[in-house]
């Protein structure tokens, strides 16, 4: 077995370039017995020659298996400190109308982040009063459109929404229940652009200047504060940042309770999933469990009862689902220079390496978190298996940027070609939602697939579409 020196420390070289690493693959995926990937029962072959690529597959199974998953991890783990738990799907990470549906049909309450996305829950048929509204600069205009549909709760992110909110609730006669999203100050172990609880950023209002705030909403008979929300970052593995943030808001929650009632207490989302074999993820019903004893001791020290407590999975729930394919189109290996590295290196001569780029179809249109964070991502050939030893590749995209990687390492069988599918895991979250039509290249459509059918759940785009924006296009 001969190590690439080009590859990351965390990068294993596979004893089987096929392997479906079961901790990033959703649950649905499988090789058949010729060696051809399989989602939901589809093929990929089948897959590709229908709908083209490339191509976001949903596993609908999966998706909804680990929605029920997580409502029930947290119901059982809070039900045992004497509370309940309302568990919001963070739409932020994918949501279109049918995703929407299946959150609901599985308990879920659902959070938006514009007016955009509340057009979709709403059309969906998402009761309202089941929905909450995030964002640090609602315009006047989705305050009031929330409003008006009756939306279960706003989060307020700033001391101008409050009397924003307060003047659309009064306008249209309502009692609006409302929250307060707090900068706990915890600082989560995750990339920096993620991380959302640091006192130099734009979310949330600082912990001291909480009770300012509070008294403000309280004095607004149109608004019904509900309590403290947090949200310490994303792509967060361990439970220990929960914990601190859940016993740092609690201790502001028992003061507040000196002033009214205040029943929630929201510890936002942020669990994070394996992207790469290399990435250990706890059991989400132990991260429940931990936080449920966080928040059971810290009431009882304060002697105040337990709230009703909210989380918000996303990513969670929706990015393991996802399975992207592609279809190979060049491939070229790149000789690098390694500084350090002796002359007599397995993987190369004279102190030099190779790296096989592989290039397909997409990029940074559909995927722009590796432009973004450095993510990291897996990949397999999805078309057939193969018994070629390993090659370290770089997956590219087909942009005009030097930084349009799809995935940064992986081993690949060395036989990889032009034609072969290739399919990239976990990106059921932020690769569709963050999709753009960099080089005029049409977004992807989005296909669920579920015991053996496939069927399109968001419409790709053509060159048609795109060309239908621009006013200079003369039409018939």
């Known amino acids: 077995m001969t190590m690439n020196p080009l590859a990351p420390e965390w990068l294993a070289h596979p004893t089987d370039a096929n392997a479906l690493a079961e901790t990033v693959w959703s649950a649905g995926a499988r090789r058949d017995p010729s060696g051809e990937l399989v989602i939901g029962g589809v093929s990929a072959g089948e897959l590709a020659s229908r709908f083209g690529t490339p191509l976001y597959v949903l596993d609908e199974a999966d998706a909804r298996g680990r929605a029920a998953r997580v409502k029930s991890a947290f119901d059982d783990a809070f039900a045992g400190i004497g509370t309940s738990v309302k568990v919001y799907y963070a739409g932020k990470a994918f949501l279109s109308t049918e995703v929407a549906r299946w959150m609901s049909a599985e308990g879920l309450y659902i959070d938006v982040a514009s007016g955009g996305e509340l057009a979709v829950a709403l059309a969906a048929g998402t009761d309202a009063g089941r929905l909450g509204f995030h964002g640090n600069n609602k315009s006047r205009a989705e305050i009031d459109r929330a409003v008006a549909a009756g939306i279960g709760t706003i989060v307020l992110d700033s001391w101008i929404e409050i009397e924003r909110v307060a003047q659309a609730a009064e306008r249209h006669g309502v009692h609006q229940a409302v929250r307060l999203r707090v900068n706990s100050g915890v600082h989560a172990h995750t990339h920096e652009y993620l991380a959302t609880a640091r006192e130099d950023q734009k979310f949330g209002i600082?912990?001291?200047?909480?009770?300012a705030h509070v008294e403000r909403i309280r004095s607004f008979a149109s608004l019904d504060f509900r309590g403290l929300h947090s949200h310490i970052g994303s792509q967060i593995f361990g439970a220990d940042g929960f914990l601190e943030a859940a016993d740092r808001l609690l201790s502001v929650h028992a003061a507040l309770l000196e002033g009214g009632e205040v029943p929630e207490l929201n510890l936002g989302g942020g669990f994070g999933i394996a992207y790469t074999a290399a990435d250990q993820v706890n059991p989400i019903e132990t991260i429940a469990g931990a936080m449920a004893d966080a928040v059971g001791a810290a009431a009882v020290r304060l002697g105040i009862p337990v709230p009703v407590i909210a989380i918000e999975p996303g990513r969670w729930i929706i990015g393991p689902a996802g399975t992207t394919l592609y279809e190979v189109g060049t491939i070229k290996d790149v000789t690098v220079?390694?500084?350090?590295?002796?002359?007599?290196s397995t993987s190369g001569s004279g102190g030099s390496a190779v790296r096989k780029y592989v290039s397909v179809d997409g990029g940074m249109s559909?995927?722009?978190?590796?432009?973004?964070?450095?993510?990291?991502?897996?990949?397999?050939?999805a078309n057939r298996s193969s018994t070629a030893d390993a090659a370290l590749v770089r997956v590219a995209g087909k942009h005009c940027e030097s930084g349009d990687l799809v995935v940064l390492a992986e081993y690949l069988p060395r036989d990889v070609e032009p034609g072969d599918l290739l399919a990239v895991p976990a990106t059921g979250a932020y690769c569709w939602s963050l999709a753009s039509n960099y080089n005029y290249l049409g977004r992807p459509p989005v296909v669920a697939v579920n015991n053996g059918e496939a069927r399109v759940i968001v419409r790709g785009e053509t060159e048609e579409d795109l060309l239908a924006r621009d006013t200079g296009v003369t039409r018939a």
């Open 206 to 211: 600082p912990l001291t200047d909480v009770p």
């Open 337 to 344: 220079a390694l500084e350090g590295v002796s002359a007599g």
């Open 366 to 381: 559909d995927n722009a978190r590796p432009a973004l964070y450095a993510a990291d991502y897996s990949a397999r050939i």
